[in-house]
């Protein structure tokens, strides 16, 4: 079975920053997986933060455009999300999530989720 696991949260000043990590477990191939950050803030569903393909094409949900970077580094089977101008909304439990669409199959892993708070 292949495992996520995500590190970086906390607690966290408006307008400050934190850099959540994402490692994946050695046998997972990790560069041919489209890699996501979702978000569940307190009694909501949970939504789609930022995502990089295998190419590294990069998409962000509107709230977190110009503040929110994701990226990848395919020798340590890791994904990052640096998280700058931290809002209150941004108070959720973030996951990592490895996605595949193969021939016969699709591939979805989850992380155990970081929490994340904005508070002063």
């Known amino acids: 079975q292949e495992r996520l696991v995500e590190s970086g949260g906390g607690l966290v000043q408006p307008g400050g920053s934190l850099k959540l990590s994402c490692a994946a477990s050695r046998t997972m191939n990790f560069e041919v997986y489209t890699m996501n950050w979702y978000r569940q803030p307190p009694g909501k569903q949970r939504e789609l933060v930022a995502r990089?393909?295998?190419?590294?094409?990069?998409d962000y949900a509107d709230s977190v455009k110009g503040r929110f970077t994701i990226s990848r580094d395919n020798d340590k089977d890791t994904v990052y999300l640096q998280m700058n101008s931290l809002k209150p909304e941004d108070t959720a439990v973030y996951y990592c999530n490895a996605h595949l669409d193969a021939a016969l199959q699709t591939y979805d892993y989850w992380g155990q989720g970081t929490q994340v708070t904005v508070s002063s």
């Open positions: 990089i393909s295998r190419g590294k094409r990069r």
